[in-house]
Each structure stands twice: as structure tokens, then as C-alpha cells.
């Protein structure tokens, strides 16, 4: 039996619970295709996942975890494949690894002009980044709030915003507020400072990844007829909105997003595509080896990271 590196998650805890070993080959079944792994993404989700909270795709240890890979085709059913380089999500789980099998209408070609990395980068956080925009509805001289914004999906959304003609205000972590200047917010402001809700000032859009007491912050600063799209709880809890807070304020709020996986696939082309174009840089702070998964985990819950953290594998 061949083995392969990878990283395994046997029991639910701290970021030392992923360990670095050997696992059997991928043999890919009929309708399946396999891919020689170069990067592999992280999410916070993963781990969240990892210490044994948020599990979106009900599974349990022993596993190898990681869901976004890019690499190489090397085998399998569609032979027009073989030999492209391509990312795709692995359902869930195999993505900490050399090699993995997917179902063979997964993979997205990656596009001409567009590295392997910033690929892989964009597979789930330019998705995402999409989505809520899409979402959001931005339309030129609306003043955009993007929480969290030089993180993965945050950066994104301050290039798209950008994009779309709005004002962006960025509101980062402590030390990271050159990092949203840089990549085209007009206005950065710290959320840990106190005040920073005066810097930031009033908005028509608020893109809600942090939750708790920064979302709150955020949704007081929405004029009427302003919109709330909230995504993700990186400060541990949903914002503390109700429907009935965002009626009586006149706004509208949006939780989550809402769309079928067709939709879903429509917006990561659409990201790789403006990727490839130079319309969308994503930002990749920080690279471990596979190995190093661990530390790459434990980087990501320390707010020591900064855009998307790969693994190399």
C-alpha cells in the first residue's frame, strides 16, 4: 500500500493535537479524479473545528482535515484534466495532505495569468468575498464598513467595495491598519481603540465578520435604509442584532449567505476570473510547511496572521 504525508486530527483540542504523519494513498474511484497537492488553505472555521466546536460537515476524528486544496491533476476519469493545475474544496475533510481524490466535476481551472497560491487563496475567501458583496448590493458613493478587513475575506471585500466605487472604511485588529491602507481602504481605523466608531463615522453598508461588541459598534453606525450583512463571528458571538433592532433602525439585515451551489460556483469563477485580470489580489500573509499545521492553527486564533495563511505542501 503507498502512503503519503498528511496531517492528522485524532482528538479534538488545542492546535497540538494536529500531527504530522502518513496516511494511505487516495485511490480515486470511477467519476473521480486525483490531485498532487502544492498548497493547501486554512479557514478559522478549521479550527474552530479543530477544538471541537463549529463542525459543518459532521465529522469526527480520526481525520485529516483541510477542505481547499490546489495542485496538480495527476490521474483519473476526466482525461482532459490530467496535467492542469486546478483548486477545489475535498468535501469537508483530506485537505492536510499530499495527494487527494475528488469527485471529477469539482475542480475549478485555474485561470492563465493566475498563480497556483493566489488561486487557492481565492478558492473559498474570493467565494465568500463575492457572495456578500453580491449580497450587499453595492452601488458607487455608498460608504462601506468592512470589519476584520486584512484578513482573508475581509481584504476582498475592501477590493471590491473598491471596486463597485464606494468609500471603504477598514476596521482591522491592533497593528494591522497599515495592512487595510495598503490595500485601498480610505479611511482605517483600529476596533480595540475606544473611539474608533467616531473615526469610522456613519456608513450605508456594514460587512460583519467579528460579531459581539465590534458588530454591535458597526450596526450603530448604519444610517437608514443601510444594509447589515453579517458572515462570521471571529470575536467568538453573533452580533447581538434582532430583526426588530434593524426594523426599528430601517435597516436591512442579511445573515449568512443564502444561495444554491450553481450560485456558489458562479461567484468563485467570477473570483479567480478577476484574479487573473488584476481586478482581485488576494492577500497571503503567512505560508507553513504541511507539517506545520499546528503552528499555522495557532497563528490564525492568536490574531498573528494577516490575509490568507497556506499551507505548502
Not at 502518513?22 to 478549521?46: H, R, S, Y
Not at 483600529?190 to 459581539?212: I, N
Not at 447581538?240 to 442579511?254: M, R
Request: net charge negative; aromatic share 6%.
Amino acid at each position: 500500500m503507498e502512503v503519503m504525508r498528511a496531517v492528522w486530527l485524532r482528538e479534538f483540542g488545542g492546535p497540538e493535537v494536529l500531527r504530522a504523519g502518513e496516511a494511505p494513498d487516495p485511490v480515486p474511484e470511477p467519476g473521480q479524479v486525483l490531485i498532487t497537492v502544492a498548497f493547501a488553505n486554512t479557514t478559522f472555521v478549521e479550527t474552530q473545528f479543530r477544538a471541537g466546536g463549529m463542525n459543518p460537515f459532521g465529522v469526527r476524528p480520526p481525520v485529516i482535515p483541510g477542505n481547499g486544496v490546489g495542485g496538480v491533476v495527476t490521474a483519473g476519469a476526466d482525461g482532459n484534466l490530467v496535467g492542469r493545475q486546478v483548486v477545489t474544496s475535498t468535501g469537508g475533510t483530506g485537505g492536510y495532505a499530499e495527494r487527494v481524490a475528488v469527485p471529477a466535476r469539482d475542480p475549478f481551472l485555474v485561470p492563465d495569468g493566475l498563480a497556483l497560491d493566489a488561486a487557492v487563496a481565492l478558492l473559498a475567501d474570493g467565494r465568500t468575498a463575492k457572495a456578500l458583496a453580491h449580497t450587499a448590493a453595492l452601488e458607487p458613493g455608498q460608504r462601506v464598513l468592512v470589519e476584520a478587513a486584512a484578513g482573508g475575506v475581509g481584504s476582498l471585500l475592501v477590493q471590491l467595495a473598491k471596486n463597485a466605487g464606494a468609500t471603504v472604511v477598514a476596521a482591522t485588529g491592533p497593528g494591522k491598519v497599515d495592512v487595510a491602507r495598503e490595500l485601498g481602504a480610505d479611511v482605517a481605523v483600529d476596533y480595540s481603540r475606544p473611539g474608533w466608531a467616531e473615526e469610522a463615522g456613519e456608513v450605508d453598508v456594514v460587512f460583519d465578520g467579528v460579531g459581539g461588541e465590534t458588530g454591535a459598534t458597526a450596526f450603530s453606525l448604519l444610517r437608514r435604509g443601510g444594509r447589515l450583512v453579517m458572515y462570521g463571528l471571529a470575536s467568538g458571538a453573533w452580533t447581538p442584532v434582532s430583526d426588530d433592532d434593524a426594523a426599528a433602525k430601517g435597516v436591512t439585515l442579511h445573515r449568512g449567505l443564502s444561495y444554491q451551489p450553481d450560485e456558489l460556483r458562479a461567484f468563485t469563477e467570477a473570483a479567480l476570473a478577476d484574479g487573473a485580470a488584476g481586478k482581485l489580489t488576494p492577500l497571503i500573509g503567512q505560508r507553513f510547511p504541511l507539517e506545520q499545521a499546528a503552528d499555522a492553527h495557532r497563528a490564525i486564533e492568536n490574531r498573528a496572521t494577516v490575509g490568507k495563511t497556506l499551507l505548502v505542501v
